[in-house]
T-cell receptor, first 112, second 113 residues
């Protein structure tokens, strides 16, 4: 079983809809949680970062962490065609960041 | 614009060849990483380096080696390329103790035939 599970999709939504993405994990030591966005033929770029449990909002993006359930989520409000990309969750047990564990990524397609 | 540059976007190599993938960063980052990305498997860490001439094995180091002679440059070496090393290879860099500070390159898609 993988340490981090993520549905590969693809997830297809109409423009303006809310996109809901999630990851589950098994390692209770994880306490640093990130979401990366990866456009086709590009490297991943950091979208959201959360430490421990709770919510974080940045514009149209909201990240949630529920450590008791070992479950993290990313919500994209008012989705745009430019949000079409692969979204990867990543986690780490320590702040040194020498070892991130990534999910497999979810491909999202926002249709105009 | 700060960035991580990978020398090749696409590479095709033959089985048994020695392959060098080069990565250069211009951000004076201490840490550098090599990942491979395969469909459904996400990114898996091959090696990382936290200083010049220092290296640590990641989760899947078998069949690979690395070299870091200068702070800005981190090379991944496939000693004898095999078809199961066909993949997307991503280089990243970060400052020390910056778990959320990774900057990735655009990747090298390597095909071994």
């Amino acid at each position: 079983q993988k340490e981090v599970e993520q549905d590969p999709g693809p997830l297809s939504v109409p423009e303006g809809a809310i996109v809901s993405l999630n990851c589950t994990y098994s390692n209770s030591a994880f306490q640093y949680f990130m979401w990366y966005r990866q456009y086709s033929r590009k490297g991943p770029e950091l979208l959201m970062y959360t430490y421990s449990s709770g919510n974080k909002e940045d514009g149209r993006f909201t990240a949630q962490v529920d450590k008791s359930s070992k479950y993290i989520s990313l919500f994209i409000r008012d989705s745009q065609p430019s949000d079409s990309a692969t979204y990867l969750c990543a986690m780490s047990a320590d702040a040194a960041g020498n070892k991130l564990t990534f999910g497999g990524g979810t491909r999202v397609l926002v249709k105009p | 614009d700060v960035k991580v540059t990978q020398s090749s976007r696409y590479l095709v190599k033959r089985t048994g060849e020695k392959v060098f993938l080069e990565c250069v960063q211009d951000m004076d980052h201490e840490n550098m990483f090599w990942y491979r990305q395969d469909p459904g498997l996400g990114l898996r860490l091959i090696y990382f380096s936290y200083d010049v001439k220092m290296k640590e094995k990641g989760d899947i180091p078998e069949g690979y080696s690395v070299s870091r002679e200068k702070k800005e440059r981190f090379s991944l070496i496939l000693e004898s390329a095999s078809t199961n090393q066909t993949s997307m290879y991503l280089c990243a860099s970060s400052l020390q103790d910056r778990v959320a500070g990774y900057t990735f390159g655009s990747g090298t898609r390597l095909t071994v035939v």
